[in-house]
């Protein structure tokens, strides 16, 4: 197997592309990237032990990939569907629940985590 370099930058280029992409375009995931730094620095202003670092990368990156995820599709629906109508309300509402969710589960893992250390 031959790893084509060329491709491989032309791909991360797209990459860092859509990230620029993001921070320009969606104030929630810039909110949301503004207090994953904010427990990446706590986490290693605590010492904590590396599972729970370990577990806090991971419902940080499932938080930030699921806005992502979730700004996607409401991009597209607002491409195929310009015009507002209850379905298109119902998927917005939902997947922006689903990010919610996942917002308030890192956030509960976060307290469980940090409450000993403060």
């Known amino acids: 197997m031959i790893i084509n370099f060329k491709k ?3 791909s991360f280029k797209f990459a860092f592309a859509g990230v620029k992409t993001i921070f320009q375009e969606e104030h929630a995931f810039k909110v949301m ?8 620095a706590a986490m290693f202003y605590f010492d904590l032990p590396l599972t729970q670092k370990a577990v ?7 938080v930030l990939i699921l806005e992502l995820v979730n700004s996607v599709i409401e991009k597209v629906l607002d491409f195929v569907c310009p015009e507002l109508n209850g379905q298109v ?16 589960g890192a956030a509960v893992i976060g307290l469980l985590i940090f409450l000993p250390y403060v």
């Not at 990237?33 to 990446?40: D, H, T």
């Open 33 to 40: 990237f503004f207090w994953a730094i904010l427990v990446v």
């Open 8 to 10: 491989l930058g032309k």
């Open 56 to 62: 806090l990368l991971l419902v940080i990156f499932l």
């Open 89 to 104: 309300k119902t998927i917005k509402n939902v997947l922006s629940g689903i990010v919610l969710l996942a917002s308030l």
